[in-house]
């Protein structure tokens, strides 16, 4: 399939690809086109005008501003995935790129792409709601920052309104001392999830704190595990406690039942995923 015609425009810097998103209501933003051109071509998405923000400079970059890392719209998967900052201070996003996609994929998608992509299957999404990351959209007269657990509102939708561009997405560096753990089972490693969690946590004089956890695959989209958090939180670690809020947590699910899999196995890959994601977390914390 060849994509239905559109209109093509390449600015040069942020004010000129703003201007063109509000002066083109259905335009869609070009980034990796790692999602976006297949979608096209499938004509899943037929925008009328499309603006590349390929050689916009100013939002290639991976920088920390105090404990936060802040990655802007045109930082590569590859680039993030080998960087020493994210190496160091983001550790879980550099281990679950081992999960996403192949590598020629990764050299040309973005993270920001890949978050208004928003899959229900991709790992960045939950991780995103994990490490409580704020995504900042731009418009032409403003910016405003929504929460990651706020992001991702159904199956290939988001927060994000028409006119808007995701510039940049702020990931608070973890507190000193926190564990994290993060486990995928996908048909072939680079696959999408068929279920994917990842944690991150604290351990206070012997009790968990600050658990967080989110699971990819598992819904319409990316979703915080409450009621895992919950269950463990000022609770010593233990396997009988992992497994017992697990097992809750996935009968509260309602997950995907497709052709390549049910619904029943989903839930049983969060019940064995999860404990195993907490558990590392608590070596890692250890
Ligand atoms: C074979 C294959 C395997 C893959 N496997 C995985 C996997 O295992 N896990 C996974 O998570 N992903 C996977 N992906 C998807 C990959 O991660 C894509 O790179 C990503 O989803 C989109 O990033 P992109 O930069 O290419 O965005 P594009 O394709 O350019 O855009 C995707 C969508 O986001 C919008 N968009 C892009 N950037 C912005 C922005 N800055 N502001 C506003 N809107 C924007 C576009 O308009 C479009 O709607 C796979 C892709 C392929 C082709």
């Not at 947590?249 to 049910?262: F, H, I, N, W």
Request: proline share 6%.
């Amino acid at each position: 399939m060849k994509p239905a015609a559109f209109e093509y425009h390449r600015p040069d810097d942020l004010p000129s690809a703003l201007a063109l998103l509000r002066a083109h209501e259905d335009a869609s933003v070009l980034a990796g086109g790692q999602s976006l051109v297949p979608m096209m071509n499938y004509r899943l998405a037929q925008p009328d005008h499309l603006v590349d923000i390929n050689r916009i400079d100013e939002l290639d970059f991976i920088r920390a501003e105090s404990a936060v890392i802040v990655i802007g719209a045109l930082a590569r998967h590859r680039t993030i995935q080998s960087s020493p900052l994210i190496a160091e201070r983001l550790p879980m996003v550099a281990h679950a790129y081992e999960w996403i996609a192949h590598a020629a994929v990764r050299n040309r998608g973005t993270l920001c792409g890949n978050l208004c992509h928003a899959d229900p299957a991709s790992e960045m999404p939950a991780l995103m709601q994990v490490l409580e990351a704020e995504m900042v959209l731009a418009r032409a007269d403003g910016t405003r920052r929504v929460p990651a657990v706020e992001f991702f509102t159904g199956t290939y939708e988001t927060a994000r309104a028409a006119g808007e561009m995701l510039t940049e997405v702020r990931i608070p560096t973890p507190p000193a001392g926190s564990g994290w753990g993060f486990e995928e089972v996908s048909m072939r490693k680079g696959d999408f999830a068929w279920a994917a969690v990842g944690c991150q946590l604290r351990i206070d004089n012997g009790a968990l704190v600050d658990v967080r956890m989110a699971a990819a695959g598992v819904g319409d989209c990316a979703l915080r595990l409450r009621g895992i958090e919950a269950a463990l939180e000022g609770e010593p670690p233990s396997a009988d406690l992992f497994a017992q809020a697990a097992h809750d947590a996935a009968e509260a699910l309602d997950p995907p039942d497709t052709a390549a899999v049910s619904a029943d196995y989903r839930r049983d890959l969060v019940r064995a995923l999860a404990p195993r994601a907490l558990t590392a977390a608590v070596a890692r914390a250890e």
